[in-house]
């Protein structure tokens, strides 16, 4: 009888497909094909490099084996296999037990900053995942192209359409999908796909077409954002996906939602927003946006998401490089409104969302927790319990 092991693995249902781990890793015992991305158990040495840098949790799981499983097996699953029984030759699992405490303290040394185990909202509608892949992309259709920040600021970011005609192309608020790049990299081997998270509601941009937006911003060498924001009004590109399966919408439209984002970070909360106009639009006070940009021209959607009313959508705006004003950023905002804040922290129909620059997520915490002990609460404690109740989520790049 072999000796029982902990095998690392990626949850496929979670998993997004922005193949960070497979980058991060310093052993290439991450790899991929057209649907899974997985790990090798005969090169993996568990230095939890990869932990922190998943922005779902979806690398975050392990069983106990016998005999590991394959790279092939990984490949075939769609979703993690039950944990086996397992026994050992004298039926004691002492072994096991100094196993589990090892990895326990390198887990919790991975965990720091780490986003942790994400879970769906117990309402939230169940999500298609890798319809489309690698080897059987969408072809969707450029609809429109437009620009979403000021001529004159430095940071283009784009509105863009994609229209998926005929094919079906189920996709949740929440959710994103992938691009493939035209091309190959230095190695011959055409492009992985780039995540954008899905801005649009879950019928379509325009109510029941089968189309979809993103949020783009261009970046300096961005091969893939540079290729999108610059794509015209009938171009066709290859799309994966969906893909995630826990930063979803929960279904009661009385839940209170507090979203925190930067930048393109934007994008889900647009389509949670868009949802809930269509789906309960007499409901008040259910929303709140806290949103951070250099200036208010820096900030995607800046005119429309003024004229949403207070009631429908509290609106906290934080620049940081405002004219004749101090520097603010969405935490400052979080403190400012610290009574809402607690009110929603002991609310069990309260949601945080967090999506953005991974730079926000340690200051978006530090106030969080400001917040929880002027109430005398742990804040620790109170979110692994909301992420427990998949009230609480984070997507962070």
Not at 158 to 181: M, T
Not at 322 to 340: F, H, I, N, T
Not at 368 to 378: H, N, V
């Amino acid at each position: 009888m072999n000796k029982p092991l902990k095998q690392h693995l990626i949850d496929p249902e979670i998993c997004i497909r922005c193949y960070t781990c497979e980058m991060t890793c310093p052993l290439e015992a991450i790899v991929h094909d057209d649907n899974n991305v997985v790990v090798d158990a005969s090169k993996c040495n568990f230095c939890m490099d990869c932990i922190p840098v998943c922005p779902t949790g979806s690398i975050d799981e392990w069983r106990v084996v016998n005999d590991p499983y394959s790279v092939e097996e990984q490949f075939e699953w769609m979703e993690l296999p039950e944990q086996e029984d397992i026994a050992t030759e004298d039926g004691k699992d002492t072994d096991l037990e100094a196993l589990d405490d090892a990895m326990s303290a390198l887990l919790a040394e991975a965990h720091k900053g780490a986003g942790g185990k994400a879970r769906a909202p117990a309402s939230a509608s169940k999500p298609t995942i890798n319809m489309y892949n690698l080897g059987k992309p969408a072809q969707a259709r450029v609809q429109g192209n437009y620009r979403l920040t000021d001529a004159d600021s430095d940071s283009d970011v784009r509105h863009i359409i994609l229209d998926f005609g005929g094919l079906p192309f189920p996709v949740l608020e929440g959710q994103s999908i992938g691009i493939i790049p035209p091309g190959t990299d230095a190695d011959g081997k055409p492009h992985l796909p780039r995540l954008y998270s899905v801005s649009s509601p879950r019928d379509g941009e325009r109510p029941n077409f089968n189309n979809v937006s993103l949020t783009v911003k261009r970046e300096d060498q961005g091969l893939c954002s540079n290729y999108v924001c610059d794509l015209n009004t009938g171009d066709t590109v290859q799309v994966t996906g969906p893909f995630g399966s826990t930063f979803l919408l929960p279904s009661d439209p009385n839940a209170h939602l507090m979203m925190i984002c930067t930048g393109t970070g934007s994008a889900p909360f647009r389509g949670f927003t868009m949802r809930r106009q269509r789906e309960a639009p007499s409901v008040k006070d259910s929303l709140t946006l806290v949103f951070g940009a250099r200036r208010p021209g820096d900030l995607p959607y800046f005119g429309p998401l003024k004229k949403v009313p207070e009631t429908f959508l509290r609106k906290l705006f934080a620049f940081s490089r405002q004219e004749a004003a101090p520097k603010q950023y969405v935490q400052d905002k979080l403190r400012e409104d610290a009574d809402r804040v607690a009110e929603l922290l002991q609310d069990p129909n309260g949601y945080i969302y967090i999506c953005g620059l991974k730079a926000m997520e340690s200051g978006v915490e530090e106030a969080l927790s400001d917040i929880a002990r002027g109430i005398g609460m742990d804040w620790s404690a109170i979110r692994d319990r909301m992420r427990e109740d998949g009230r609480y989520h984070v997507e962070t790049y």
